[in-house]
């Protein structure tokens, strides 16, 4: 993957051998350095968007490549290194093939559990620190500031952020149910980044007591399971959810994960793969190809289950000091054991854009889902097939599912994946989280209309205001990136929207509250 963004490289190995070094001196003067409990890094300088330069260190490893021995397993803290690392090129992101984007190609690499942080020039520290978890149905995704660019949290010069990358898809979620492959492994990776900013992020002019963790879509939805697992207890101070629910049918954990193993065993051709032990079967896919076990997912039904969302999350049976999840979370979050910690959360107008354009506007796809929509929409609505009558009369005005009305999709996907789970997280907080434990919620709704639309991505066809304000839309505000959008001009509405958003995410991270109802003076829409 291609980097875009300027950045002022540094020419050294990855790694230079010394002893004893003193890191300034080796770096050099003009280069940011600092040392961490792994070493020295040499980082590097980004410019601003409308503010100044900053430091940047990125492609920070925080464990051990994934490869080998290691796939399908915890992840483990990387080593210690003796010379300096070359913190100035940004890896790319963990091996995926992306079903939210119409090509679908392969891309990434198995090696990918790096970090990169950020931080002011300015600024009297310790800072409040953002950690951010990116988004992409657990199946894709980057940390990669080619598209999550940190320049506009940056400008604010009041936070040091940190954004990760964690497995997905099969090499990130596959489970046996035991001990072969406990599976949550792309949760686990972030809880690790989560401990190596514990670790090290006073060096970097953060306070460790004041970390925010946010995320969208199933970063948001991670953010909640941070909330509940045992792992994640002192990790984060606030949380913001922006577009997920842990609550979402896409992400209910599976009971049956092991089939879900088998079956991709045996979509590798892997003999006898529906009844050799877990162990073994483990072990002939950690020797699979990583492309061609990622790739292969094709060979799975496509109408199997959701048809996008394969790999999840996972309940695990084999318990240990290093499992995730023993309870089902939407369990634990009813019943209140979750971190009281002020939480906000938020979402666009069309949120289920994300699950249908991919349906609704491919060839193929569009009439095989038409063909079978009596099995099909209880299945995007989550409810009881005995539901289907009420869903044609709620979305669809009483009439079978057609081009015609195809609309009601979108709105049925949007309400039963999204807003629907989404309330549902928040009145169960509410009720059982007194003001008195210090937890709070804030809601707040983005419905702003700018020049660039995020559906393209979803389509692969020109920008077009035809799907109003999708999933993933506020991303374009929050984040630059350059891979994919211009830059807005600097006097721009959207620019506006940008600086507004961006500011309200940085003053919930320094005071755990949102301000009241105030919508962004503009006809196109704002965020309240």
Known sequence: MSNPVTLILLLLPAAISAVGMNCPATCGSTIPSVTITDGCLCG??????????????LGVPFAKPPVGEL??????????????????????????????????????????????????????????????????????????????????????????LVTFQYRVGAL???????????????????????????????????????????????????????????????????AISASGSMLSYWNRPYEDALTLARRQGEALDISNARAISTEKLVEALRKVDAKQLVGSVDKLKFWYNQPIILYR?????YVSKETFLSEDPARLWASGRYRKVPWLT??????GAALTLGVVTNAVKLPQFLANQTNLLSMFAAVPKSQEKNLLKRFFAGAPVSNANIDGFDKMVTEAAFLYP?????????????SASGGSVSLYHFNFAGRYRYSALYTGQPMTS??????????????????????????SPEAAMSRRLVKLFV?????????????????????D
């Open 44 to 57: 590097t300088t980004m410019p601003g968007l409308e503010g100044g330069p900053f430091d940047a260190y």
């Open 172 to 238: 990130g979620f596959l489970s046996t149910g035991d001990r072969a492959a406990p599976g949550d492994f792309g949760l686990k990776d972030q809880t690790m980044a989560l401990k190596w900013i514990q670790e090290n992020i006073r060096r970097f002019g953060g306070d460790p007591a004041k970390v925010t963790l946010f995320g969208q879509s199933a970063g948001a939805s991670s953010v909640q399971l941070h909330m509940v697992s045992p792992l994640s207890a002192g990790l984060f101070a606030k």
């Open 71 to 160: 796939r399908f397993a915890n992840p483990v803290r990387n080593l210690p290194w003796s010379g300096a690392y070359n913190a100035s090129i940004a890896r790319g992101a963990c091996l995926q093939q992306n079903e939210f984007n119409p090509d679908r190609a392969l891309a990434g690499d198995e090696d990918c559990l790096y970090l990169n942080v950020y931080k002011p020039r300015t600024g009297s520290g310790p800072l409040p620190v953002m950690a951010y978890i990116h988004g992409g149905g657990y199946i894709a995704g980057t940390a990669h500031p080619a598209y999550v660019g940190p320049e506009k949290f940056m400008d604010t010069g009041r936070v040091v």
């Open 313 to 317: 999350p996972v309940v695990e049976r």
């Open 422 to 434: 989404m309330m549902k997280s928040i009145l169960l907080y509410r009720a059982s989280n007194p």
């Open 346 to 351: 938020g979402f666009v107008p069309n949120e």
């Open 466 to 491: 035809r799907y109003g304000i999708v999933h993933g839309e506020d991303l374009l505000y929050l984040w630059r990136s350059p891979a994919v959008f211009p830059d807005f001009p600097r006097d």
């Open 507 to 527: 003053d919930f991270a320094y005071e755990g509250l949102c301000p009241k109802r105030t919508p962004f003076s503009s006809s196109s829409g704002g965020v």
